[in-house]
């Protein structure tokens, strides 16, 4: 299958999705947005496939939603529209999905940024949610998203004042699981998919279940979450394959059931 906006290789159980708009600095159109959905629902959909990774190019992995596609809209376009809800399928993908930035991820660069499992970033990465010189707001879940993950100090200085934050301070702040030199980031990321990616997809996906609902529940409510999951695996053949491929010093052999 191939993308108007993106340029996708599946590797051995992992999904290389590459963000390709050079001209825009990766500007997340509407084509981005529809070519992402299929992307990721093909993904999800195929048994083969266990982790995806979303990039850019070096200098961008995305600049933001698609300025001069905005510019005219109306109240009745974005609200009426429901403009940026295609995104909600980013977050419904049930494997895990990486971000490895490297130069700008600005605005809903840095926002799809935030949507996936994690951050892989380059040392030259800049985030940042610079809407408010464009006399508007994150609108692609930043403003809660990012509270969530580096708490709202920062956020609301980031938010407000539009400024980018380099690499170094995005991993201080929590934004981001590691840095890695720019020149290494795509071997890292997908060495990170690969691993990810030779887990027993049913507890991966447990995983990235528990782990999201921590930012949606009491704590009371998500350890029992958690734990209901954890009693769930106890049904399947991988948690049998596991724990005796640990006795016996061998490799797991995962079914994915
Ligand atoms: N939308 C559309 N086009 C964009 C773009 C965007 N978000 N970002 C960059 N481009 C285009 C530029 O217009 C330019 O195109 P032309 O050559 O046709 O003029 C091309 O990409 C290269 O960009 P620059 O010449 O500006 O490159 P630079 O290196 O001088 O600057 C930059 C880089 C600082 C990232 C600058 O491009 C910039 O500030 N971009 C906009 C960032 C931004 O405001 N993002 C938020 C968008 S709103 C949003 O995302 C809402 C939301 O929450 C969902």
């Known amino acids: 299958m191939s993308y108007e906006t993106l340029l996708v290789e599946t590797h051995d159980r992992v999904t290389l999705i590459r963000l390709n708009r050079p001209q825009a600095l990766n500007a997340l159109n509407s084509q981005v947005m529809n070519d992402l959905i299929a992307a990721l629902g093909a993904f999800d959909a195929d048994d083969s496939q266990g982790c995806a990774v979303i990039t850019g190019s070096e200098k961008a992995f995305a600049a933001g939603a698609d300025i001069k596609e905005m510019a005219e809209l109306t109240f009745a376009d974005t609200f009426g529209g429901n403009l940026f809800a295609g995104y909600d399928r980013v977050i419904a993908t049930r494997k895990p999905v990486i971000a490895a930035v490297s130069g700008f991820a600005l ?60 690499a170094a301070e995005a991993e201080a702040a929590g934004l981001v699981a590691r840095v890695v030199p720019a020149a290494d980031l795509i071997a890292e990321a997908l060495k990170s998919a690969e691993a990810v990616a030779s887990m027993s997809p049913l507890a991966t996906r447990a995983v990235k279940e528990m782990v999201n609902v921590a930012f949606e529940t009491p704590l009371a409510q998500g350890v029992l979450f958690e734990r209901r999951l954890f009693d769930g695996l106890f049904g399947s053949e991988d948690q049998k394959e596991g724990m005796a491929a640990f006795i016996a010093k061998r490799a797991a052999d995962w079914k994915g059931r």
């Open 107 to 166: 605005g809903g660069g840095c926002e799809l940024a935030m949507m996936c499992d994690f951050i892989i970033a380059a040392d030259s990465a800049k985030f940042g949610q610079p809407e408010i010189k464009l006399g508007v707001t994150p609108g692609m879940g930043g403003s809660q998203r990012m509270a969530r993950a580096i708490g709202k100090a920062k956020t609301m200085e980031m938010c407000l004042t539009g400024r980018m934050m380099g």
